[in-house]
């Protein structure tokens, strides 16, 4: 069984900063792109940023030179900097990652239960 665990999520002030953070547990061979996406309310989930395994970021527009993923490969973990927040920001956010548990199997897509992370004053 493989489990993505997030933690890190609150409630903060505008221009405020949260870091979350989502380990990877379980049978896992192999770990190739780790990423955050989020769901506002009554919005589709869009994709915050992601990192791959070799260090390569991509972020969304919207959060661009505010937010900042990292992840250490030993720990199995993604981290998401989030400074200069916004109200808009407020979101539930989940955790992904492409996973493998052995060398023969397919990537597979792996979840979490997602962090609410609430920017108001």
């Known amino acids: 069984q493989v489990q993505l665990v997030e933690s890190g999520g609150g409630l903060v002030q505008p221009g405020g900063s949260l870091r979350l953070s989502c380990a990877a547990s379980?049978?896992?061979?192999?770990?190739?792109?780790m990423g955050w996406y989020r769901q506002a309310p009554g919005k589709q989930r869009e994709l915050v940023a992601t990192v791959t395994s070799g260090g390569r970021t991509n972020y969304a527009d919207s959060v661009k030179g505010r937010f900042t993923i990292s992840r250490d490969n030993a720990k199995r973990t993604v981290y998401l900097q989030m400074n200069s927040l916004k109200p808009e920001d407020t979101a539930v956010y989940y955790c992904?990652?492409?996973?493998?548990?052995?060398?023969?199997?397919?990537?597979?897509?792996?979840w979490g239960q997602g962090t609410q992370v609430t920017v108001s004053s």
């Open positions: 992904n990652a492409d996973i493998r548990t052995t060398i023969a199997t397919m990537w597979l897509d792996y």
């Open positions: 379980g049978a896992i061979f192999s770990i190739n792109v």
